[in-house]
């Protein structure tokens, strides 16, 4: 072999070895280095408690777990509970270690607050009318109460306008016969019952007008929060010396009260008709 050939093997040798140790070396010191943004507990957070404080912070990318919040816009977009370990302040807050109303042990009831408790209604296709009764849907209550032929001596109907506890209630859950989600054919796509979020009043009426009549619940329109649609408002808040920026969620939100029909305008008479012309 000729001498210059060995020497250009041995020059591009040398430089794909300096090369590949260029780029490790560089991969390992942006890896050590780089800041990226996490999104850390601004407060202690005890076991299945709510996530309500939290700020941004920057962490060096290789301490940063790989199931890690980087951006609060995710925390944003429905209420998140702690799991079983807690989260302790200025700790990044890991997917792995919060859950939702859908995945916590507890489930719905996790997320009651402001005396509001779960009361299960006994309904079918007819009673939930049709497939309208969803998850976030707000009903009114229709109550049919058959005669006895004594003190009742005719049937009733009992609505919001006799019993304003009937009005305004929100629907949690559809459950089939076994327990689930109502879908597919047959069985398992009939509702059994309709799980309601109401006040302790509320839900005693309920539970008495099931015991005496059947309750019908009627669409009357739906709590954007509770599905998920409404965009949150919250937004981080500079600080002058640079420190992490504050977010809070978890606000009050108010379902929307259903609009009463406007009353149509009654018809002219044949005079205002005629005096138009």
């Not at 859950?99 to 296709?125: I, R, S």
């Not at 109907?157 to 009937?166: E, K, N, R, T, Y």
Request: aromatic share 6%; net charge neutral.
């Amino acid at each position: 072999m000729k001498k210059w050939l060995k020497v250009l093997i041995i020059l591009f040798t040398g430089v794909t070895v300096a090369g590949i140790t260029f780029l490790v070396n560089s991969a390992y010191i942006d890896k050590h280095t780089r800041l990226v943004n996490v999104v850390i507990a601004a407060e202690d957070i005890p076991p299945y408690n709510m996530v309500k404080k939290y700020a941004t912070a920057e962490a060096v990318i290789s301490s940063v777990p790989d199931d890690a919040v980087t951006d609060p816009a995710f925390l944003g977009e429905q209420e998140w509970y702690a799991g079983s370990l807690g989260i302790g302040k200025g700790d990044i807050i890991k997917k792995s270690r919060i859950n939702n109303t859908e995945t916590n042990p507890f489930g719905k009831a996790l997320a009651l607050k402001d005396k509001k408790v779960l009361v299960g209604v006994k309904t079918d296709q007819v009673m939930s009318a049709g497939s309208n009764i969803k998850p976030g849907v707000l009903v009114n209550a229709l109550v049919f109460i058959p005669s006895d032929n004594r003190s009742r001596p005719e049937n009733t109907v009992i609505g919001p306008d006799q019993d304003s506890l009937l009005s305004g209630l929100l629907i949690r859950e559809i459950q089939n016969a076994d327990t689930n989600a109502p879908n597919g054919k047959g069985r398992e796509s009939q509702p059994v019952v309709a799980v309601i979020e109401t006040s302790i009043p509320a839900a005693q009426k309920l539970v008495l007008y099931q015991e005496i009549g059947k309750v019908y619940l009627v669409p009357a329109g739906v709590d954007l929060v509770s599905t998920g649609a409404a965009v949150s408002t919250d937004a981080p808040v500079s600080t002058d010396n640079g420190s992490p920026s504050l977010i809070t969620s978890g606000s009050q939100y108010y379902p929307e009260q259903p609009v009463s029909p406007s009353t149509p305008a009654p018809p002219e008479s044949p005079s205002q008709a005629v005096r138009k012309r």
